[in-house]
């Protein structure tokens, strides 16, 4: 199936003909946007308090603004072209608009073209007022909820200082090699070090309010604990496969795992140790699931996987909880500080020392960098990269091994957001440009689902889930781990 906009069956067609759609149109998007009227509004409290004329009045403005887009949305109307603004990118969103959705209505046109449309749209009301050029509306939900998140990011970043240390060869006493020379017991320690932060940083993604606003520090809790107990504590993600593996339905860890060991094998057979090993991240949200990201990028650059780390983030805030630049400065600066964090727990103590390499020996020296191009705040398919942001894919294809992509929305752009049949595999799914052409890095996908799109399962499967666990596709429950080999295909 090739994507033609507008021609090819999606799987989230329009609200007129989606329940799931027409959910997130008449109540849970007007939710968010009533929270960012409320931000607004607590803002103009302090600038009236302060005396700030100019910005009460652009604040009044912005929520006026606000007030009436969510007017069109629930009046039905067409989607208008973007209205100029300095972000860098509405001739290209109007030219897509105008070429595939041209005089479509809210609830008629598909939900991977409204929906980026609307976190657009709201950022360029912000942008237009010059007090709140750099507003981010969503920064206080976002913050709120690491805070809330404290207790597991502690028990996690204790456990992922371990999970390294376990895994360096200096650390493997030969009293603790019971029968199994030292390679062997280093590749074994590897591999289970590996599928812990691999899974850790899949699971992450169920923390996303745009989906789930109303986490409450209490679920919230309930919800990481659950995760750190179902194996992502311990080296559990190895031993305890029915309690994980049961809900990830499509698992291509083994295979990814095999991909970062020939790029380590490689640069030690060229001789060319200290070349560059580069992964790529395409993140997703804020909060826990970056520090799960995190977590998976320090497992790689300190045992060698990786010599650079390069993570894409959002220039504008987006969906809600995901990451820009700010969000991300930040998490490194909250886990480098001990006054963060109540206590001095050895947890603490391994944590602390873990964040303050992140942010002093990693982000501060390059080793891992934060870009944030505007293909990703895009409504395009994943696979048109190649021409929406030719010099970002020359960028990423010349020197990435490995792509990974966080996320719901991340996947359904993966797979153009259409109806394949469950069983397509993955790298069809993606289209050549990016899964086959020479030379291409890995693309994995880590995804807990949270929508109707799926490719990749084995048949049947889905059919199962329907009959057994009503409105499985949409909670958040299971998971998908997927790999298109790209240059490491055979
Ligand atoms: O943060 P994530 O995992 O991308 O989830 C957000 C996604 O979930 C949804 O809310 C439902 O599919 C979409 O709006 C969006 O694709």
Known sequence: ?????????????????NPFTQESLEVRVPQIMDEIVNTVKRELIQDQEL????RVEEGNKIVQELMELREEMKRNEVLKPLAKDSIGDVEEYNQYGENYFKGERWFETPFI???????????????????????????HQKKKTFVA????????????YDCVEECKVENIGEQQVQGLALQDEMAKRRLVGFLEVLQTSLWGNQT????FPDLKSGDLEKLQAKLLASGNNGGGAAKDDDNINKNLISNDSLKIHQIFERINSRNEANGTNGGVKRIDIVLDNSGFELFNDLIFANWAVELGYATEVV?????????????TRADFEWTLECCSNADFFSGNSQDILKLIKMGQRWRDQYYKTGVWRFEDDLFWTGPYPTKYITKYAPELWKKISAASDMLLFKGDLNYRKLVSDLKWPEDTPFETAIGKSISTAPGVPAIVALRTLKADTIVGLSSGLSARLDSEDPGWKHKGKYGVIQLGAGKFRD
Not at 3 to 11: G, H, I, Q, S, V
């Open 1 to 17: 199936m090739e994507f033609e906009p507008n021609k090819t069956p999606y799987a989230y067609c329009s609200a007129a003909n």
């Open 51 to 54: 005396g700030n004329a100019a």
């Open 113 to 139: 073209w409204w929906e980026p449309y609307l976190y657009r749209r709201i950022a360029g009301i912000f942008n237009r007022a010059v007090t709140y050029k750099d507003f981010d509306y969503f920064e």
């Open 149 to 160: 998140s404290a207790q597991a990011v502690i028990t996690l970043g204790g456990r992922a």
């Open 208 to 211: 996303d309010l745009s989906m």
């Open 311 to 323: 993570f894409h983030g959002k220039r504008i805030p987006w969906y809600v909880s995901d990451v």
